[in-house]
């Protein structure tokens, strides 16, 4: 089975891609971090592979996964493989370490952990922007060459490099994550413009309910977990964060459409 988290679309075209050649049905992480129950239980064949296919966030996991990994039980597991594929613009740090940690505290061990670098999306602070075309159209067509080497080294079993840790991943992973994770997950400075044409596209796509419509218009509660998702997949570029991103691009990917919710 492959859990996966998206907010513009890299994740779950990977995950799309894994789940079409390897076979494992697709679980919105998402979807299933809205059940009320306190342990979230999935039975486990003996001949399958588990998949956390999830993006990068200031250099460690989506704080989703986490959450969901907390609440995760796994019936019949006994040490099949569990493999983490992450999406990133450009590094991931010591993600790899982060959820096996998580994975640990539920007695799951992580096998092997691969990336996939993917466009540039994280727009929120200064300094951070999308890819030029030219960038984002190479990580585009080198990505399929990538997953499909993943998918190889899956099932030949066999050891691997495909991970992308970058420079100084203890600062990164270790610290400015937690920070990430501490102090900008929860308050935002979302915000809609006289662009927004109520079709709430943005309240369907948010993961953590944190968008609801009223009078027709977004507002956003605080509970943003920077996902991105809303601001880039307005179809008409109605929502802003502040006045940091009215100069900045947009990017979702090509082959996810906004009928593909989360």
Not at 142 to 170: C, F, K, W
Not at 175 to 199: E, K, M, Q
């Amino acid at each position: 089975m492959i859990f996966y988290f998206t907010g513009t679309g890299n994740s779950l075209w990977v995950a799309k891609t894994l789940s079409e050649t390897l076979g494992e049905p697709l679980i919105s992480i998402a979807d299933e971090l809205h059940k009320e129950e306190k342990d979230l239980i999935y039975p486990v064949r003996p001949d399958e592979k588990i998949l956390f296919v999830y993006p990068v966030h200031s250099w460690g996991p989506a704080v989703l996964v986490i959450r969901f990994i907390s609440r995760l039980t796994l019936t019949g597991y006994t040490g099949q493989p569990v493999y983490s594929v992450s999406t990133c613009g450009d590094e991931c740090g010591y993600t790899d370490r982060l959820i096996g940690k998580a994975l640990g505290k539920r007695a799951i061990s992580l096998t092997a952990a691969y990336s996939v670098i993917m466009p540039n999306n994280y727009i929120l602070l200064p300094g951070f922007d999308v890819d030029g075309k030219d960038v984002e159209e190479r990580k585009l067509q080198d990505a399929p060459a990538r997953v499909a080497e993943i998918i190889r080294v899956i099932r030949e079993h066999q050891q691997n490099t495909l991970y992308q840790t970058g420079s100084m991943p203890g600062l990164k992973s270790y610290w400015i994550y937690p920070l990430f994770a501490h102090l900008a997950i929860g308050s935002n400075s979302f915000r809609v413009t006289d662009a927004c044409i109520s079709c709430g596209l943005c309240e369907r796509i948010c993961p953590t309910g944190t968008i609801s419509l009223q009078g027709g218009k977004p507002v956003w509660a605080n509970t943003c977990v920077q996902c991105v998702a809303c601001i880039h997949r307005c179809p008409v570029r109605a929502i802003e964060y502040g006045k940091g991103t009215l100069k900045k691009g947009r990017y979702h990917h090509p082959e996810i459409n906004n009928k593909q919710n989360r």
